[in-house]
């Protein structure tokens, strides 16, 4: 079974600050992660993924994560915050490609302006 | 392409009432999922289903039913709606094949249950 903990229900930047979202998961085999992005009253965006390949993952909107094994982290971050990324962001886990996903419980991120 | 479309976008129903939430995809993806978004919970798996004529249970099937005729659409019925049923719902799809690892969600479904 797999799982994912979000630390941090909401973050508040101020706008041009870096953006650090926590992502700790478990999971009994090498996972595939995702960051996904929810603006207000819409669904659900992919940012980026990690399947396999390159640790460092570069996404949409100047967004990047880094899958650490040993830490079994995949931490979002951005360098610099603008007042568009005010959304709520949610990672997720699956332990293959074929197999459903399971997220977190999601960060809302702040920015000030 | 229209996407993964949900219909309806709002819905009040009283407890005990029944209802079905429509979700459809003209993108031929095999993989369909249905979830619900609860405040501090995070998008939980109701049922998901990897092909017509297949479907599973997720984290959360309790109450709600679904089946799938055809490789547009999955539709998740509400049999005796419950106030514990109060949520925002939404509809995923993927393919089985090639980019599999991206799913596509629906705008959702915000259900209130008086």
């Known amino acids: 079974a797999q799982s994912v903990t979000q630390l941090g229900s909401h973050v508040s930047v101020s706008e041009g600050a870096l953006v650090l979202l926590r992502c700790n998961y478990s999971s009994s085999v090498p996972p595939y992660l995702f960051w996904y992005v929810q603006y207000p009253n819409q669904g659900l965006q992919l940012l980026l993924k990690?399947?396999?390949?390159?640790?460092l993952v570069k996404g949409i909107n100047g967004f990047e994560a880094e899958f650490k094994k040993s830490e079994t982290s995949f931490h979002l971050t951005k360098p610099s915050a603008h007042m568009s990324d005010a959304a709520e962001y949610f990672c997720a886990v699956s332990p293959s490609g074929y197999s459903t996903l399971t997220f977190g419980k999601g960060t809302m991120l702040l920015v000030s302006p | 392409n229209a996407g993964v479309t949900q219909t309806p976008k709002f819905q009040v129903l009283k407890t005990g009432q029944s209802m079905t939430l429509q979700c459809a995809q003209d993108m031929n993806h095999e993989y369909m999922s249905w979830y619900r978004q609860d405040p501090g919970m995070g998008l939980r798996l109701i049922h998901y289903?990897?092909?017509?004529?297949?479907?599973d249970q997720g984290e959360v099937p309790n109450g709600y039913n679904v089946s799938r005729s055809t490789t547009e659409d999955f539709p998740l019925r509400l049999l005796s709606a419950a106030p514990s049923q109060t949520s925002v719902y939404f509809c995923?799809?993927?393919?089985?094949?090639?980019?599999?690892?991206?799913?596509?969600f629906g705008p959702g479904t915000r259900l209130t249950v008086t």
């Open positions: 289903s990897v092909g017509a004529g297949i479907t």
């Open positions: 990690y399947t396999t390949g390159a640790t």
């Open positions: 995923a799809s993927r393919t089985g094949t090639g980019a599999i690892y991206e799913q596509y």
